[in-house]
């Protein structure tokens, strides 16, 4: 398993299954379930294109832990996705899966290892 750091409110997007693509600036072979930790930083741009596009999330938007997974199925740069932003690759994700009890983890750049006990963020 592989965990990836997005900046809110990206990554609780993604985690609601609003959000189908992951717009990054390099590419992965890897593909399969990929755990999204939500970053302590967040992206004004990403809240600004929320009330243009009017979508609205429920609660508080956790930073600092592990919100919950999508599974990784492509990476393109040509998507026709309302989220994929032009020139950059575009990860297309599926099946998003919400924690049940949302991890505390530290953030890092790139695609890494999966945290030690990840799995009780999924636990019922």
Known sequence: MRMLTVRQPWAALLVAGIKDVENRSWTTPYRGRLLIHAGLK????????????GVALDGPLLRGVILGSVNLVEVCQN?????????GFHWLVTDALPAVEPMP?????????APAGWTRAFAA
């Open 105 to 113: 983890a530290v953030g890092a750049l790139g695609l890494r290892p």
């Open 42 to 53: 967040t992206d004004a741009e990403g809240f600004e294109l929320m009330e243009e596009l």
């Open 79 to 87: 998507s026709s996705s309302r989220w994929a932003v032009p020139g």
